[in-house]
């Protein structure tokens, strides 16, 4: 019988000497997840700006950002379940091409004019709902083309990729996008998802390698296979719990900061393009050097290392009343952050069954994310109530629950 950390550090030794070659699958993917991110980017920064343009209710207009989410909560389980049961690889390029038909679409109405913030929320919910099943098949898909051992840097290079194509490359070009005309954007993010489905499909078909199901195994049954499979596991179980409630912290603290940073801190909009940048460093620092560091404490401690990195950025953000501090903060939380991120989703590749990963994966996804909203709603309370600082302070407190939570998982045996 060995223990999470024994076994991860003896993962993480393996790791250090596997191949991770670009030519071939994982190339073509990584290029599909860069040029789809950088459309994204694109779309995410111009869609709230035609928002305000369409209505000037601040209910319909955070109604966007809750489409982003719903369909998560109503859809998120079902994504994973027939992520396993499809062709991965098919059920990516085919969602990608769906998404395009829908952008196309979508900025042939801007450019006509005919744009409402009806059809607006009906885009963001459908793209969401898409996603779905897209981000279940991708995480499922990743194992079959690279090495087990080098997942790692695999994940890190995916989400290093999309870290800086979104946040350096195609947030800057925005305004550039919306000179050329107010359908660019949109247009642009349709060529982006087509050219992704062409690089996906080009992978060819997945290998055959799932048992047929039983006569009456129906998609009911699929989910709550995959909810079982993820509570059953120790670690991914008290991971879970964990990432829930961290993620409600970082709900509260992204729903207030720019209230904390111009007002709070009096940093004004310049202030507040500085600290945002300098989250976006850190978490392309933190995914170039995701994979040493787990491999240097493994797995499971890099986790808990990085939770401790961001309390400590909270607590400097929520009681230091000074624009430098608060640069530095969220440079660091955003570097603890990525590698979170990347060592959370490693884990879950590696510890689940290959043919549950996309449930599993679902059912992680879908619990996680609905600690996002209701942070949103409860930093909003806190703020108003108790000063713009503290949502800093709660998500602190947020993530010592959250570091409590993982412990269990941390020791318990793998058999």
């Given at each position: 019988m060995t223990t999470v950390e024994g076994a991860d550090q003896d993962a993480a030794g393996q790791a250090r000497q596997a191949p991770l070659a670009w030519r071939g699958g994982f190339g073509r993917l990584w290029g599909a997840a860069v040029v789809s991110r950088f459309g994204d980017a694109l779309r995410g920064a111009a869609l709230p700006l035609l928002a305000v343009s369409l209505t000037d209710s601040p209910v319909l207009v955070s109604l966007v950002t809750v489409c982003g989410f719903l369909p998560w909560l109503l859809f998120g389980l079902l994504g994973g379940a027939l992520a396993d049961r499809v062709d991965q690889r098919r059920a990516m390029w085919a969602v990608?091409?769906?998404?395009?038909?829908l952008m196309a679409a979508f900025a042939v109405a801007v450019w006509l004019g005919?744009?409402?913030?009806?059809?607006?929320?009906?885009l963001a919910f459908a793209l969401t709902t898409l996603q779905t099943l897209f981000d279940n098949a991708a995480t499922a898909l990743l194992p079959s083309v690279v090495p087990r051992e080098a997942l790692s840097r695999a994940n890190a290079r995916l989400m290093t990729g999309q870290e800086v194509m979104g946040r350096f490359v195609g947030a800057p070009?925005?305004?550039?996008?919306?000179?050329?005309?107010a359908a660019v954007p949109y247009a642009a993010d349709a060529v982006t998802y087509l050219a992704a489905a062409g690089l996906v499909a080009s992978l060819g078909s997945a290998p055959p390698g799932r048992e047929p199901r039983a006569p009456g195994h129906t998609i009911r049954k699929d989910m709550a296979e995959g909810v079982r499979m993820l509570w059953r596991d120790p670690l991914l179980r008290a991971l879970c719990v964990s990432t829930t409630l961290c993620n409600v912290g970082i709900g509260a603290l992204i729903a207030t900061l720019v209230l904390h940073i111009t007002g709070w801190l009096g940093a004004g909009d310049a202030g507040y393009a500085a600290v945002i940048t300098a989250y976006g460093i850190?978490?392309?620092?933190?995914?170039?050097?995701?994979?040493?560091?787990?491999?240097?404490?493994?797995?499971?401690?890099?986790?808990?290392?990085?939770?401790?990195?961001?309390?400590a950025a909270l607590l400097a953000l929520g009681t230091i009343r000074a624009l430098p501090a608060a640069v530095a903060a969220l440079a660091v939380f955003g570097l603890a952050g990525m590698i979170w991120n990347i060592t959370e989703v490693t884990m879950m590749?590696?510890?689940?069954?290959?043919?549950?990963?996309?449930?599993?994966?679902?059912?992680?996804?879908t619990l996680s994310i609905?600690?996002?909203?209701?942070?949103?709603?409860?930093?909003g309370v806190i703020a108003a109530a108790w000063g713009l600082n503290t949502p800093a302070l709660a998500a602190a407190a947020l993530f010592v629950g959250g570091l409590v939570a993982l412990v269990p998982g941390m020791r318990s045996p793998i058999n």
């Amino acid at each position: 019988m060995t223990t999470v950390e024994g076994a991860d550090q003896d993962a993480a030794g393996q790791a250090r000497q596997a191949p991770l070659a670009w030519r071939g699958g994982f190339g073509r993917l990584w290029g599909a997840a860069v040029v789809s991110r950088f459309g994204d980017a694109l779309r995410g920064a111009a869609l709230p700006l035609l928002a305000v343009s369409l209505t000037d209710s601040p209910v319909l207009v955070s109604l966007v950002t809750v489409c982003g989410f719903l369909p998560w909560l109503l859809f998120g389980l079902l994504g994973g379940a027939l992520a396993d049961r499809v062709d991965q690889r098919r059920a990516m390029w085919a969602v990608d091409a769906a998404r395009g038909a829908l952008m196309a679409a979508f900025a042939v109405a801007v450019w006509l004019g005919h744009a409402t913030i009806g059809l607006l929320l009906a885009l963001a919910f459908a793209l969401t709902t898409l996603q779905t099943l897209f981000d279940n098949a991708a995480t499922a898909l990743l194992p079959s083309v690279v090495p087990r051992e080098a997942l790692s840097r695999a994940n890190a290079r995916l989400m290093t990729g999309q870290e800086v194509m979104g946040r350096f490359v195609g947030a800057p070009l925005v305004p550039v996008a919306l000179g050329l005309g107010a359908a660019v954007p949109y247009a642009a993010d349709a060529v982006t998802y087509l050219a992704a489905a062409g690089l996906v499909a080009s992978l060819g078909s997945a290998p055959p390698g799932r048992e047929p199901r039983a006569p009456g195994h129906t998609i009911r049954k699929d989910m709550a296979e995959g909810v079982r499979m993820l509570w059953r596991d120790p670690l991914l179980r008290a991971l879970c719990v964990s990432t829930t409630l961290c993620n409600v912290g970082i709900g509260a603290l992204i729903a207030t900061l720019v209230l904390h940073i111009t007002g709070w801190l009096g940093a004004g909009d310049a202030g507040y393009a500085a600290v945002i940048t300098a989250y976006g460093i850190g978490g392309v620092l933190g995914g170039l050097v995701a994979a040493r560091v787990a491999e240097r404490l493994g797995r499971a401690p890099t986790i808990m290392v990085c939770g401790l990195a961001q309390i400590a950025a909270l607590l400097a953000l929520g009681t230091i009343r000074a624009l430098p501090a608060a640069v530095a903060a969220l440079a660091v939380f955003g570097l603890a952050g990525m590698i979170w991120n990347i060592t959370e989703v490693t884990m879950m590749q590696q510890r689940s069954p290959a043919e549950m990963l996309g449930r599993v994966s679902a059912a992680f996804r879908t619990l996680s994310i609905a600690g996002s909203p209701l942070g949103a709603l409860l930093g909003g309370v806190i703020a108003a109530a108790w000063g713009l600082n503290t949502p800093a302070l709660a998500a602190a407190a947020l993530f010592v629950g959250g570091l409590v939570a993982l412990v269990p998982g941390m020791r318990s045996p793998i058999n």
